[in-house]
C-alpha cells in the first residue's frame, strides 16, 4: 500500500525551455532534483511507500524507481494520455493506503504530512492552506472557524460555522480518505478538485490545516531562479540539505568540499558548485554551478544557475539559467 502519491506527470508548460530537457519533477534546485526534496519530504514523516506518477519524458523518471531518499519509489506511467490529478489518483486507487498524502513535485515545502493525514474525516479529504496577502491570485480556499473547507476557489462554496479566513490559498498539498477516490470517474483525464472535493466540500469532509513554513513554487523560470537563490541563500527548513551534496559550496563563511574546484576562480557570497566542474579564471557570485559544467576564462556569473554538463562562455552574466538552451535571462 501507497503512503503518498507524488505529481510528476504534467508537462510543466510554464516553465518551458527548462522543461522541454527534463520533466518538472527533475529540474534541479541547487544541483538536487525537485523530486528529491518531494521523497525526503515524505521520508521525514514516516511515509515509506511512494508512488509517482509519470507522463511527460517519462523514460527519465524510470531510474528512480526502488530505494531513493529513505523511500521505496513505484512509478505510475500515463499513456497513451495524461490523467490529471484525479484520474492519476485514481488508477492507483487499490493501491493507496486507507490515508494518504498527495504532493506536489514542483513545488518546496515543509509542510508536515503526518498531521494533515491525521486531520482527514472519514471518506474525505484534508488541505494544506497558506496565507497570503494576495491569496485570489492563486485562488481563495478558506477553512471556516472549526477548519472546514468551506471555499474552493470558484469551484464550490459551503455554509461556514463562524468566521471565514479569506486570506488563505491551497499549497497543492493534501491527503485523502481512499474512499473518497471513488468519487473521481474512471478511465480518463480528471482534476481532484473539480470532482472529489467538489463534492466533498458542500458535505464538510474537507478539513484543513495551516501551513506557515516553506513553500516555494517553482512554476516558471523567473520563480524557479528566485528558488535557487533562496536556498543558496540558507535559512530554509528544507526536507534534504543540497549543500551536503556539493562538490564544493560556501553558506557565509564556511566554505566545505574540494577546494580544488574553484581555485582558479574568485568566488564571492554563497556558492554551490556540483563534482567535476571546471571553473577558470572567473567570477562567481551567488550562484549554482552543475556537476560537469564549464565555466569560462573571462565569465562573470552574477545571481545564476547553470545546469550540470553546460558552458558558460566569457562575459558578464547576471540572472541568467544556463541549459542545453544557451542563456536564458530573467
Request: charged fraction near 20%.
Amino acid at each position: 500500500m501507497f503512503d503518498a502519491f507524488v505529481l510528476a506527470a504534467g508537462f510543466g508548460t510554464r516553465l518551458r525551455p527548462l522543461t522541454e530537457a527534463l520533466p518538472k519533477p527533475l529540474v534541479p534546485v541547487c544541483g538536487v532534483p525537485m523530486l528529491a526534496y518531494s521523497l525526503a519530504l515524505c521520508a521525514r514523516h514516516g511515509l515509506r511507500e511512494v508512488v509517482v506518477n509519470a507522463h511527460h519524458l517519462a523514460e527519465t523518471l524510470a531510474p528512480w524507481e526502488g530505494e531513493r531518499e529513505g523511500v521505496r519509489v513505484s512509478l505510475s506511467v500515463e499513456a497513451p494520455e495524461i490523467l490529471g490529478t484525479g484520474g492519476g489518483l485514481r488508477a492507483v486507487a487499490r493501491s493507496m493506503a486507507p490515508r494518504f498524502a498527495v504532493v506536489n513535485a514542483d513545488v518546496l515545502n515543509d509542510v508536515d504530512l503526518a498531521a494533515l493525514i491525521a486531520r482527514v474525516p472519514p471518506g474525505g479529504g484534508a488541505l494544506a492552506l497558506r496565507s497570503h496577502p494576495d491569496a485570489a491570485r492563486y485562488g481563495v480556499v478558506a477553512a471556516d472557524a472549526e477548519g472546514v473547507v468551506v471555499r474552493l476557489a470558484s469551484v464550490v462554496e459551503a455554509p461556514p460555522v463562524g468566521q471565514v479566513d479569506l486570506s488563505t490559498h491551497f499549497t497543492g498539498v493534501h491527503a485523502m480518505d481512499r474512499g473518497a477516490l471513488a468519487l473521481i470517474p474512471e478511465g480518463g483525464f480528471a482534476c481532484v478538485v473539480r470532482t472529489a472535493y467538489a463534492s466533498l466540500v458542500p458535505r464538510r469532509l474537507v478539513s484543513s490545516l495551516r501551513h506557515g513554513g516553506l513553500w516555494l513554487d517553482v512554476g516558471d523560470p523567473a520563480a524557479y531562479l528566485d528558488a535557487n537563490l533562496a536556498v543558496l541563500d540558507g535559512g530554509l527548513r528544507l526536507p534534504l540539505d543540497p549543500f551536503a551534496r556539493a562538490g564544493w559550496s560556501r553558506r557565509g563563511e564556511r566554505a566545505t568540499g574540494a577546494a580544488g574546484l574553484v581555485e582558479r576562480a574568485e568566488v564571492s557570497g554563497p556558492a554551490w558548485v556540483g563534482a567535476g566542474a571546471e571553473l577558470g579564471r572567473a567570477r562567481v557570485s551567488r550562484s549554482v554551478i552543475g556537476a560537469g559544467a564549464v565555466v569560462q576564462d573571462g565569465a562573470e556569473l552574477v545571481d545564476s544557475v547553470v545546469w550540470e554538463g553546460s558552458t558558460v562562455p566569457a562575459g558578464r552574466w547576471e540572472r541568467v539559467v544556463w541549459g542545453p538552451w544557451g542563456a536564458l535571462a530573467r
